[in-house]
């Protein structure tokens, strides 16, 4: 699972996503994994177009949630 990946706007449209998946890709077989998923907000056009061009395959996820606060 990656989190977060992201590229300051100023530094977009250059590879560097794109390149950091890869070093990624190349460290998870070495150590032996086998799949890598990645999330993003479903109004994130941005980070949609930038997977489906790596031809990730989208499924639909349940996620669920709550405030720690309101546990206390």
């Known amino acids: 699972y990656i989190d977060d990946l992201g590229v300051s706007e100023k530094f977009q449209r250059r590879g560097i996503a ?3 998946l890869e070093q990624l ?5 070495e150590r032996g994994c086998e799949e890598v ?3 993003t907000e479903p109004d994130n056009e941005p980070a949609i177009k930038f997977y489906d061009s790596l031809n990730l ?3 639909k996820v349940i996620v669920f949630e709550d405030n720690l606060s309101s546990k206390v």
């Open 37 to 39: 998923w990645v999330a």
């Open 57 to 59: 395959a989208a499924r």
């Open 18 to 20: 794109t390149r950091l």
């Open 25 to 29: 890709y190349i460290i998870g077989v």
